[in-house]
């Protein structure tokens, strides 16, 4: 029965106002003993009560964690949604703001790509800022400088578009790769492949990366939507949901 031993202390903890109202210290040897053996007995008869309390414990953790974000974001508001750099798409006056955190090789981020840009244009009525956080390797980090490199030199507009393609690119992501890419998009290649690598670029992506260490972000997708914290892939259907509870 080791296995049930620390749940069952779980149990035991969080009824421990009512369960322990006396002194078990002043239980003498043989009736500290009766007394284990009647909570032992009692759970072996209902396991599930384990369970209850384990699922108790992990709803009051996930209830931390989200006074916890609420907290983070109202910290970081400025950094969040005016950090002077970051591309905004949607509605710049939009009553919700929605911001991401991805990267273009991220299984995930490519998934709720089409499901954010619907959210967003099906409503109509929310701002929408994208921060670059390549944390999965060379790839990367290529990809978002590259992405950068298209905003800085050739505007937002331009940055939409090497942000649609780049999530959506297969292959590997070489020099080769981004000048084919850039030719497809109708840029030149060689301005925006040499400004990759400026001080200008690596500033954003520090800046960023210095945010989301703050913020306890270690994973792509990563969403603030308004004032609550979404860690991971959320299905369209899920965050229409978390909107119109925010307008609500």
């Not at 903890?13 to 009736?31: N, P, V």
């Not at 919700?96 to 490519?110: A, K, M, N, Q, S």
């Not at 030199?153 to 297969?170: N, T, V």
Request: aromatic share 6%.
């Amino acid at each position: 029965m080791k296995h049930l031993f620390a749940p069952a202390m779980v149990a035991l903890s969080l009824t421990a106002s009512s369960a322990l109202a006396f002194d078990i210290d002043a239980l003498s040897d043989s009736e500290r003993s009766a007394f284990r053996a009647e909570i032992r007995a009692y759970l072996l008869e209902n396991p599930e009560v384990i369970m209850e309390a384990v699922a108790v414990l992990e709803q009051r953790r996930e209830a931390e964690q989200a006074n916890a974000d609420v907290n983070l974001v109202a910290n970081n508001a400025d950094r969040l949604f005016d950090d002077g750099f970051s591309w905004q798409g949607g509605n710049p006056e939009g009553d919700i703001t929605l911001v991401e955190f991805i990267d273009y090789r991220c299984g995930y981020c490519r998934k709720a790509h089409d499901e954010v840009a619907e959210l967003i244009s099906s409503d109509g009525n929310i701002r929408f800022i994208v921060k670059e956080y390549p944390i999965l390797g060379e790839a990367s980090e290529q990809s978002a400088r590259f992405a950068i490199a298209v905003k800085q030199k050739l505007g937002d507009d331009a940055y939409k578009l090497a942000h649609d393609s780049l999530i959506k690119m297969r292959g590997d992501v070489t020099p080769k790769s981004l000048t084919k890419l850039s030719k497809s998009l109708g840029f030149e290649a060689g301005n925006i492949l040499e400004h990759m690598n400026s001080e200008e670029v690596t500033s954003e992506i520090n800046t960023t990366r210095a945010l989301a260490r703050d913020m306890n972000i270690s994973g792509t997708p990563s969403f603030v939507l308004q004032d609550e914290m979404l860690r991971g892939y959320l299905p369209l259907e899920n965050m229409r949901a978390i909107v119109a509870d925010k307008r609500s």
